[in-house]
C-alpha cells in the first residue's frame, strides 16, 4: 500500500519522548566503589512498573507500511508548546532534584549518627507507582492513551496524553530511539 | 482487539509440524486449536487436527524447487487461513527449516497471520550438526522477517522430540494464562506480560529441563540453566519461564521457582507461566524461553517518558518523574536524570492507499 506522506499540521500531535537514566549515589571516598550501579538499580524498579504495564501493542499492517506518517524532529512546533515543554523540564528538574538532595543529606547523618534506617523500600515505590497510576487514570479518563509498558529491550516506557490507538506507532518511536543509543557511564 | 486473555492456535507444517501437534492433542490440547498443512493427503488424513489445509502444488509445469512450490501453495490457501487466524491471540507454527513444506510454506502463513493482527510465534526444528549451513540460514532470516519471535529448536537426525516441547512450552504458558481466565490479576499479568515478550523478541531460544518434586527448585533451575554459557547468561535480556507441574503443587511453589531463575539472571525481565498437568504427579517440568540483548542495548536509556505537552500539565509531568525518581531511591538509588529528548509529530490521520 502506498501512502500519502502529506498531511496538515492538525492531523499531527506533538508528543515528547524524554530519556531518563537511573542515578546512584556518588561513594562517599575516593576509593569507594558505589553502593549501587545504575544498573542493578533500574532492573529492581522494573519489579514494580511491570506490575502495571498494559497492553501489548499489535502489529497492524497499515501502521507497519506508514513509517512515513512519522516526522521527528523540533520543527514547528509552537513557542507555547516549546515553552510549555522547558517549563514542564524544569519543575520536573527542580523537584528531582530537591528529592536528591534529601536523600544525600539523609544518607550523611545516617552515616554520622548511626540511626536505624526504618525506611521501608517497597512501601515507597508502591506508593509512588500508586502515585504513576492516578496520573495515567486521570488522562485516560479524558480519553487518552496513558499506560505503562516496555520497550524491546526491557526498557520500561511511561506514556501519558499520547493520541488514542497510537501505541504501535509510540512502540515504533522508542525502537527507533533504541537504535541509536547513547552509552550511559555506569 | 479487547480480549485480555490469550488464544492460540498451533499451525503444524509439513511432517514434523503435523508430528507436534499430534503431540500435542495427545497431551490434551483441543483439536479445535490445532491446524495442520501439508502437501501430503496422506499425512494431512492422519492428523490430529480439526483444521487440515493441503498445499497443492500447481505449478509443477515450472521447473522450482519443492520449497518454491509449498510457498506459492500458501499463498492459494492464504484466504482460508486468514479466517482461521483472525480470532487468535497467539499463532504458533512449528515446522522443521530442512523440510520443503515448513521452509517454503511457514513464512507466508507467517506473515497472513501477522496481518490477521495474531502474535507468530515460530518453533523451527534446526537440525545438529547444520548439514548444509547456507541452505538453512536464509531459510531461517525469511521466518525471522514474518514472524514476531522465532525459536529455534536444535534437533539431532529426525528426533523432533525437542520440537514437541518447544512447543509444549509455549502452549503450556498460554494455556496457564487462559486457564486463569477466571483468577486473579496477578496470573492476568503474566498473560499481559506474555504476549509483551513475544510480540518483542525478535529471537528466542528454548531450554527445557525436568526435575521430581519442588523440593529440588535450585537444583533444577541449576540443570536448566546449565544449557546456558555464561556469556549467554549474562547477555538474557528477557525470559519467559513454564513450570508445569501436577496438581499437589501450590502457586507459592511455583514462585520458588520463578524465584530461583530471577535470582540467577537479575538483569532480566522474566515472566511466568505455570501449568497444572494431572500426568506431572511426581514430576516438574520446567521450559525457559529466553531472549539475549543485542550489543547496543546495553547502552540504551533505562526509561522512557512519552507525553504530550499540549495536554499533559507541568505538574503532572513533574510528578511522574519524581515517582520515577522515588522508585529509584526506593531501590537503593539517588534518583533519575534526564539525558535527552525530542520532540516527534505523530499522525492521527489514517493513511489513504493512493
Known amino acids: 500500500m502506498n501512502c500519502s506522506p502529506h498531511q496538515s499540521d492538525d492531523d499531527r500531535i506533538i508528543v515528547v519522548i524524554d530519556k531518563y537514566q537511573v542515578i546512584v549515589p556518588a561513594p562517599k571516598a575516593a576509593d569507594e566503589a558505589p553502593p549501587q550501579s545504575w544498573r542493578e538499580v533500574a532492573v529492581r524498579m522494573n519489579k514494580y512498573l511491570m506490575r502495571v504495564a498494559v497492553g501489548v501493542p499489535r502489529l497492524v499492517a497499515f501502521v507497519l507500511e506508514g513509517a512515513a506518517n512519522l516526522i521527528s524532529g523540533l520543527a514547528r512546533v509552537p513557542d507555547a508548546v516549546t515553552k510549555h515543554i522547558e517549563g514542564a523540564h524544569v519543575e520536573a528538574d527542580i523537584a528531582e532534584a530537591s528529592k536528591q538532595q534529601l536523600v544525600e543529606q539523609q544518607s550523611q547523618l545516617l552515616v554520622t549518627s548511626s540511626l536505624p534506617n526504618d525506611a521501608r523500600p517497597d512501601d515507597e515505590a508502591k506508593a509512588a507507582l500508586e502515585r504513576v497510576l492516578q496520573i495515567l487514570a486521570k488522562y485516560r479518563a479524558m480519553g487518552v492513551d496513558a499506560y505503562v509498558t516496555f520497550a524491546e529491550n526491557g526498557a520500561p516506557v511511561i506514556v501519558c496524553g499520547a493520541p488514542s490507538g497510537s501505541a504501535e506507532q509510540i512502540r515504533r518511536l522508542i525502537t527507533e530511539e533504541l537504535k541509536n543509543p547513547k552509552p550511559i557511564p555506569d | ?354
Open chain 2, 1 to 354: 482487539m479487547s480480549r485480555s486473555v490469550p488464544d492460540i492456535l498451533v499451525i503444524g507444517v509439513g511432517g514434523a509440524g503435523i508430528a507436534t501437534i499430534n503431540a500435542l492433542a495427545q497431551m490434551g490440547m483441543s483439536r479445535q486449536q490445532l491446524v495442520a498443512v501439508d502437501f501430503d493427503s496422506t499425512e494431512l488424513a492422519e492428523a490430529i487436527a480439526e483444521h487440515r489445509l493441503q498445499l497443492r502444488d500447481s505449478t509443477h509445469d515450472r521447473p522450482q524447487s519443492r520449497a518454491d512450490a509449498a510457498r506459492h501453495a500458501a499463498m492459494v490457501i492464504d484466504r482460508p487461513f486468514s479466517d482461521l487466524v483472525r480470532q487468535t491471540e497467539i499463532v504458533l507454527i512449528v515446522f522443521n527449516l530442512s523440510g520443503d513444506a515448513g521452509s517454503g510454506a511457514a513464512p507466508v502463513l507467517a506473515a497472513s497471520a501477522v496481518k490477521a493482527g495474531a502474535t507468530v510465534v515460530s518453533v523451527v526444528a534446526v537440525r545438529e550438526p547444520k548439514e548444509s549451513q547456507a541452505s538453512l540460514d536464509p531459510a531461517l532470516s525469511t521466518i525471522q522477517a514474518t514472524s514476531h519471535t522465532v525459536v529455534p529448536v536444535k534437533i539431532e537426525g529426525n528426533d523432533v522430540r525437542s520440537l514437541h516441547k518447544a512447543a509444549l512450552g509455549v502452549v503450556s504458558a498460554v494455556r496457564a494464562v487462559a486457564d486463569s481466565r477466571e483468577g486473579t490479576s496477578y496470573r492476568q499479568q503474566y498473560a499481559t506480560d506474555l504476549v509483551m515478550y513475544l510480540s518483542n523478541a525478535r529471537r528466542a531460544s528454548f531450554v527445557e529441563a525436568q526435575a521430581k518434586g519442588v523440593r529440588h527448585a535450585s537444583k533444577a533451575v541449576s540443570r536448566l540453566l546449565s544449557a546456558l554459557s555464561p556469556g549467554e547468561l549474562d547477555d538474557v535480556a528477557s525470559f519467559i519461564l513454564v513450570v508445569r507441574a501436577g496438581a499437589d503443587e501450590t502457586e507459592a511453589d511455583f514462585d520458588e521457582f520463578f524465584a530461583a531463575v530471577a535470582q540467577r539472571l537479575p538483569l532480566a525481565q522474566g515472566a511466568f507461566g505455570a501449568a497444572y498437568d494431572p500426568t506431572c504427579e511426581y514430576g516438574v517440568y520446567l521450559y525457559l524461553l529466553f531472549t539475549t540483548h543485542r550489543q547496543h542495548e546495553r547502552y540504551s536509556p533505562r526509561h522512557f517518558v512519552v507525553w504530550n505537552p499540549t495536554i499533559v500539565s507541568s505538574r503532572d509531568y513533574a510528578a511522574l518523574v519524581t515517582a520515577l525518581g522515588d522508585i529509584a531511591r526506593a531501590e537503593g538509588g539517588l534518583g533519575v536524570r534526564r539525558i535527552d529528548g525530542q520532540h516527534v509529530h505523530i499522525g492521527v490521520r489514517e493513511l489513504v492507499p493512493m
